[in-house]
C-alpha cells in the first residue's frame, strides 16, 4: 500500500467497463491494487462521473507485537470511522512508532465519493447510491 491509496466501500458503483483488480479489506472494504488516487480519479473522470474529494480525515492508532498487525488495526479503525455515505476513502498517511515490545500505527484516511452526478446530497447516510425522495 503506497500513500494515495485507494479504497471502495463494499457495493460501490463504478463506471462500466471500468474492471480494477480489487483485494478484500475487512468486512466492507476493498483496495484498488495499483492504481493511487490521480490516475484513478482520471479514469472515473474519462467515464464521464465524479470522484469527489470530502474534507475531514479520519485518523486512527493501532497496537500489534508486529508493525504489519498494527497497520492493519489502524487501517481498519480508520475506515470503520469513515461516515456511510461515503463509498471510498484515499490512504493519506502513516506513522509508526516502535515501543518495547509493540508497535503503535496511527493512520490517516480522507474521505471520499464516487457517483455519477455531480451533487453530493445524491449519497445520504444508510444509502450510499440511492436518490431520496424529494
Not at 456511510?84 to 496511527?106: M, W
Request: glycine residues 6%; hydrophobic residues 40%; charged residues 20%.
Amino acid at each position: 500500500m503506497t500513500q494515495h491509496s485507494i479504497f471502495l466501500r463494499s457495493g460501490c458503483i463504478l463506471p462500466d467497463h471500468l474492471d480494477l483488480l480489487r483485494e478484500p479489506f475487512g468486512e466492507s472494504w476493498t483496495h484498488i491494487e495499483e492504481i493511487e488516487s490521480p490516475a484513478f480519479d482520471a479514469m472515473i473522470r474519462r467515464a464521464g462521473w465524479h470522484f469527489m474529494w470530502i474534507q475531514g480525515p479520519c485518523s486512527r492508532r493501532g497496537f500489534g507485537l508486529t508493525e504489519e498487525r498494527a497497520i492493519h488495526r489502524a487501517l481498519a479503525r480508520a475506515l470503520k470511522s469513515v461516515a456511510r455515505r461515503f463509498n471510498a476513502a484515499e490512504f493519506d498517511s502513516l506513522q509508526i512508532t516502535k515501543c518495547p515490545g509493540f508497535y503503535i500505527a496511527n493512520v490517516t484516511m480522507e474521505p471520499r465519493q464516487i457517483q455519477q452526478n455531480t451533487s453530493l446530497d445524491v449519497a445520504y447516510e444508510g444509502h450510499p447510491q440511492a436518490v431520496p425522495a424529494r
